[in-house]
């Protein structure tokens, strides 16, 4: 395995990326799969409150207690109704939600099974408290700059991999306060922050989380700070922070991104 991907909790590489089953309605053949896609959810796109609405969200409401074969679920583009119910999918374990308005996660709680959340370009989640009671093993957050509390993920003790990031296409960074709160993260292995910008600059937390492997962060590091954690980190071994050469502004000799 390349450097780029060496110990990475959330891309290996298109050759590993997953196929789903694409669908746009209740009714699609073969929804039922095991990786599945629901793509432009109706609800989303139909008149609030409508009766229309009312019966596709019904509809889907009685399709996803079918769904047990039915363990990875990416949706884009959903409203609150639809993420109120996703816990009736009986043996649910990862999910992507693309594109979404929600405002509330707490229905989220309700996935006992779940290990793998991701959550992209959201402008209404503020609060993300009720995820903190889930026993994930990968958590992702990507151009979600409205949530205020970021730190509650710190409670997260079975955390391998997680991933805090603005929006890389703009670019635009994600401001993380404080590192502090993670430092209880005794299980963490990979912790990504590409684009994101560390207001307190307390990098020397990294220490604490004493079975990381993997950083990366594109914003600069003070040099006497990161050979501090260099020098005195056992477990971390790659990533952008430990691959790259932040004076010469190039990867270290032999390293392949």
């Known amino acids: 395995m390349i450097d780029r991907y060496r110990y990475h909790e959330f891309y290996t590489g298109k050759e590993n990326e997953l196929a789903y089953q694409i669908v746009q309605s209740p009714t699609y053949k073969n929804i039922n799969s095991e990786n599945l896609f629901i793509q432009c959810l109706s609800p989303a796109v139909i008149k609030k409150g409508s009766e229309k609405e009312k019966t596709l969200i019904a509809e889907w409401d009685e399709i996803f207690q079918t769904l047990d074969k ?28 693309e594109n979404s308005s929600v405002e509330d996660v707490s229905p989220l709680s309700k996935l006992e099974q779940l290990t793998r959340l991701e959550i992209y370009h959201n402008t209404k989640l503020t609060d993300i408290a009720s995820i903190g009671d889930l026993h994930l093993k990968q958590l992702k957050f990507e151009n979600c700059f409205n949530i205020v509390n970021y730190e509650v993920i710190g409670t997260m003790k079975s955390l391998k991999g997680l991933s805090l990031n603005g929006n890389w296409t703009a670019p635009k960074n994600l401001k993380i306060n ?42 600069t590091i003070k040099k006497e700070t990161r050979i501090k954690i260099k020098t005195n ?16 502004h190039d990867f270290f000799e032999g390293k392949i991104w």
Do not use: W
Request: aromatic share 12%.
């Open 70 to 97: 039915v363990k990875r679920l990416k949706i884009n583009i959903f409203n609150q109704e639809i993420l109120n119910v996703l816990h009736k999918i009986p043996n649910l374990t990862e999910l992507i939600i």
């Open 178 to 219: 404080s590192l502090v709160p993670f430092e209880g993260l005794e299980n963490l292995e990979h912790l990504d922050l590409d684009y994101a910008i560390v207001v307190d600059k307390s990098f020397e937390s990294i220490l604490r989380m004493t079975k990381l492997k993997r950083f990366d962060y594109l914003a």
């Open 233 to 248: 980190h056992k477990a971390l071994v790659a990533g952008f922070f430990m691959d790259y050469d932040y004076e010469k």
